[in-house]
């Protein structure tokens, strides 16, 4: 599994209307998971991709409003 928190932010442009994420290999990645939509929760917990020892593994957010 991995897992990643963050916290609640403000936007000048508008209210955010929900957040994403992505897992990948290189900082900004997709190479394990595109981008999927988590609503406006904080964090995510995903036990369904397939991840092996002695790799190191990024979590990218965005929010959109």
């Known amino acids: 599994c991995i897992q990643a928190e963050w916290t609640s932010f403000t936007d000048p442009h508008g209210n955010i209307q929900h957040y994403s994420y992505a897992i990948g290999t290189v900082p900004g990645g997709v190479q394990i998971l ?19 020892e002695h790799y190191t593994y990024y979590i990218s957010g965005n929010s959109f409003f």
């Open 34 to 52: 595109e981008y999927t939509d988590v609503g406006l929760n904080h964090s995510v917990l995903n036990c369904d991709v397939t991840l092996y």
